[in-house]
Nanobody
Framework: QVQLVESGGGLVQPGGALRLSCVVS????????MVWYRQSSGTQRELVATIIGGSKTNYADSVKGRFTISRDDAKNTGYLQMNNLKPEDTAVYYC????????????????WGQGTQVTVSS
């Protein structure tokens, strides 16, 4: 029943900005860690940003200073703010979350979003 629903992708010009959202819906859960990945056509999936414990963050070198990962645990929602976008940021972006299942004895499960397309082009 739990699923991750991503939104916020689209077509933007170089230098533009987008904010991706990842809503965790379904049974009662608590987010342990949330991760954003991206994958271009024919390439290996790349880790973009992580947030662990609600505060510890890490970023790929290619997005440092431009992207910001955050989350609102009260809404069970994660975000990826992407500023100063470049054509090389074009990819499908995926949300991944490690969740504590509150009504299932605090077991830990991992879920993936369906992906949202980000295209940066003039």
């Amino acid at each position: 029943q739990v699923q991750l629903v991503e939104s916020g992708g689209g077509l933007v010009q170089p230098g533009g900005a987008l904010r991706l959202s990842c809503v965790v819906s379904g049974s009662a859960v608590s987010i342990d860690a949330m991760v954003w990945y991206r994958q271009s056509s024919g390439t290996q999936r790349e880790l973009v940003a992580t947030i662990i414990g609600g505060s510890k963050t890490n970023y790929a070198d290619s997005v440092k200073g431009r992207f910001t990962i955050s989350r609102d645990d009260a809404k069970n929602t994660g975000y990826l703010q992407m500023n100063n976008l470049k054509p090389e940021d074009t990819a499908v972006y995926y949300c991944n979350a490690d969740l504590w299942m509150i009504l299932e004895g605090l077991t830990r499960k991992t879920y993936w979003g369906q992906g949202t397309q980000v295209t940066v082009s003039s």
